[in-house]
C-alpha cells in the first residue's frame, strides 16, 4: 500500500546506512560533493539507531544493501560492474551482490518445487543440491533427472520475495513523488514513469514462467550467433515458481584468475560481450537486460554462456533505428547529424537550437576518440550529459531506460575483463551493419513491403473506416462553436468542486 507511511522505510534506509558504516564509503566512492555529504550525514546520524544491523561479516556497503532488500540488491548489482563510477574497491565488494547472497534453507526449496510439480521431489530428481548460487530473486541448485539422468540447473523463487519487492517498490514510488514535489527540474526526467517501469520488470522476474518464456524466444532468436550459448529450458519440470534448464558448464566470467589460467583471451571475451549486446539490441530488438558477471560463464571453448532471463528489453524497429544512427554518429563523430535525429525523434524539444546542441554533443564525444580508454572516466562523462540534457530539456525515454542501464553495465563487464577496451572501436562494425541493412534504399522498399501487407490485410474494411471517418468529421462540425467550451466549463467546475472536497477530506482526517 502506498502512503506517507513509506517515509518509515525512507527513513531507515538513511539509518542503516549510518548504523553499518556504509554512509561515508558510500559517499566517498562516489566523491559526493561536501554540501551532500554534509546533508546525508546530518540527517542520517539521529536515527542511526533505527537501521538494520545486518551481517557483520560483511563490507559495510554490502552488509547495508543486502540489509535493505531485493530491490537495493538490484541496484547493488548494477554498480559492482562499474569500478571506474565506484572505484575497484567497492566494485569489488558489491560483487558478491550478484550470485553470493545468503540461500534460504533447502526445505523450503524442495516445498516450492513438490508444490509446483504436485509430486514428491524424488520421483522427479535422483540428485537435488544444495544452493549453488542465490541470488536478489532466487537461488540455483543442481539436480539430476530421474527419468534421463541429465544433470540440469533448478531455480526457485525466495518464499515472500513477491510481498517484499513490493515494500521496496512502494517506498520507491514516495521518494520519486518527493523529488518531483521539492525539486522541479527533476520533473523532466520522470523519476515516477521510471519506478513503474522498474516496477513492470521486476514484476515480470518474479513469474518465472514468463522468464522460461523470454529465455525460449531468445534462444531462437541467438542460435545461429557464433561463440554464444545457452541452456535450453524445460517446460515439463517449470511453473511459476520454479525453472529448470539444462545445467552449464563454464568457468565464472567474472574470475579472471581463473581465465588466465585456462588460456582464454580475457580482450576477446569482453569485445565479443559488447558485440553481441549490440547485435542482440539492434538486429532482434530483444536483448539480455542483466548481462552482469554472475550471469554469464565462459565455456572451455571460448563461449560466452548466459543465463537467468528474468529481465529482458525490447525496442521496436523504430526506436532501433534511432539508437543505431545515433551511435553511428558518435562513431563517426558527425555530431549534427546525431543532433539532428534527437531532434527528429522527438527526444529534444523542437524550440532548441541544434547547431548549439551539435556542439554540446561533440563536447561529450571528443574526449572518448584518440585517447585510452582507462583515462575515460564514465561517470564524469554520464555528469556531463545530465549536464547536456537538463540544459536542453530533454526528458527521460522510459522506453530506453533498459537499454541504456544494460549498456552501461556491459560496458563495464567488459572493461572488468580487460581495461583497454574502448566500447566506441567495438561497436563500430556492428553498428555499420545493422545501418547498411535498416538504414537506406533496401530498408525503404522493405518498410513499404511491410506496409502494403497490412493495407492488403485490412483491405476489405478500407472503405468503411473511411467512410466511418468521414461522418465523425461531418458530425463534429456541425456542433454548435460554444459547445466545446461549455462542456470543458462543466468539467472544470466539476474539477473544482472535487478538488476542494478532496481537500477538505484530507485536512479534517490531519
Not at 247 to 259: E, F, H, Q
Request: charge should be negative.
Amino acid at each position: 500500500m502506498r502512503g506517507p507511511h513509506n517515509i518509515w522505510r525512507l527513513v531507515r534506509t538513511g539509518a542503516t546506512f549510518e548504523r553499518t558504516g556504509a554512509m561515508g564509503q558510500a559517499l566517498d566512492a562516489v566523491d559526493a560533493p561536501r554540501a551532500i555529504r554534509i546533508a546525508a550525514r546530518v540527517l542520517a546520524w539521529p536515527f542511526r539507531w533505527l537501521g538494520y544491523k545486518g551481517d557483520p561479516n560483511m563490507p559495510p556497503v554490502t552488509r547495508a544493501i543486502t540489509a535493505l532488500g531485493p530491490a537495493y540488491i538490484k541496484f547493488g548489482q548494477i554498480l559492482s560492474t562499474r569500478p571506474d563510477v565506484v572505484g575497484p574497491e567497492m566494485a569489488q565488494q558489491l560483487r558478491v551482490l550478484q550470485d553470493q547472497l545468503p540461500p534460504f534453507s533447502i526445505e523450503e526449496a524442495r516445498h516450492c518445487v513438490e508444490e509446483e510439480l504436485g509430486r514428491p521431489l524424488e520421483e522427479v530428481y535422483s540428485e537435488f543440491s544444495d544452493p549453488v548460487a542465490a541470488a536478489s530473486i532466487a537461488q540455483v541448485h543442481r539436480a539430476r533427472r530421474v527419468d534421463t539422468g541429465e544433470e540440469v540447473a533448478v531455480k526457485v523463487l525466495r518464499p515472500g520475495i513477491v510481498r517484499a519487492f513490493q515494500k521496496d517498490i512502494d517506498a520507491f514510488y514516495l521518494a520519486a513523488d518527493t523529488i518531483q514535489l521539492l525539486s522541479p527540474a527533476s520533473r523532466r526526467l520522470r523519476p515516477r514513469d521510471v519506478i513503474e517501469h522498474f516496477e513492470g520488470v521486476v514484476k515480470g522476474e518474479l513469474d518465472l514462467r514468463l522468464e522460461a518464456a523470454s529465455a525460449s524466444e531468445f534462444q531462437a532468436n541467438t542460435e545461429k550467433d557464433e561463440g554464444f550459448q545457452l541452456p535450453q529450458v524445460r517446460w515439463g519440470l517449470s511453473g511459476r515458481q520454479i525453472m529448470t534448464m539444462d545445467w552449464a558448464d563454464g568457468l565464472p566470467l567474472g574470475d579472471n584468475d581463473a581465465l588466465d589460467a585456462a588460456g582464454l583471451d580475457r580482450r576477446a571475451i569482453g569485445e565479443r560481450v559488447l558485440q553481441l549486446f549490440l547485435s542482440h539490441a539492434l538486429r532482434d530488438g530483444f536483448f539480455h537486460a542483466d548481462m552482469h558477471q554472475g550471469n554469464l560463464k565462459v565455456a572451455a571453448n571460448g563461449d560466452i554462456i548466459a543465463y537467468d532471463f528474468g529481465i529482458m528489453g525490447q525496442i521496436d524497429e523504430y526506436t532501433r533505428r534511432v539508437y543505431a544512427e545515433i551511435l553511428y554518429g558518435f562513431i563517426r563523430r558527425d555530431y549534427k547529424r546525431v543532433a539532428q535525429v534527437h531532434f527528429e525523434a522527438g527526444y529534444v524539444p523542437a524550440d532548441q537550437d541544434v547547431d548549439e546542441f551539435a556542439r554540446a554533443l561533440r563536447a561529450v564525444g571528443e574526449p572518448i576518440f584518440g585517447m585510452d580508454a582507462t583515462q575515460i572516466s564514465m561517470g564524469r562523462l554520464l555528469n556531463y550529459l545530465f549536464e547536456v540534457t537538463e540544459r536542453f530539456g530533454m526528458e527521460t525515454r522510459t522506453e530506453l531506460i533498459l537499454l541504456q542501464r544494460t549498456m552501461v553495465v556491459v560496458e563495464g563487464v567488459a572493461r572488468s575483463l580487460h581495461p583497454e577496451i574502448n566500447i566506441w572501436d567495438v561497436a563500430k562494425p556492428v553498428v555499420e551493419d545493422y545501418i547498411k541493412g535498416s538504414i537506406g534504399p533496401r530498408a525503404a522498399l522493405s518498410d513499404l513491403a511491410k506496409t502494403a501487407v497490412v493495407l492488403g490485410r485490412f483491405g476489405p474494411r478500407l472503405p468503411e473506416l473511411v467512410e466511418a471517418a468521414l461522418i465523425r468529421q461531418t458530425q463534429e462540425e456541425a456542433l454548435p462553436v460554444g459547445t466545446s467550451t461549455r462542456s470543458r466549463l462543466v468539467w472544470l467546475g466539476g474539477g473544482v468542486v472535487l478538488g476542494a472536497l478532496s481537500s477538505g477530506l484530507v485536512l479534517y482526517c490531519i
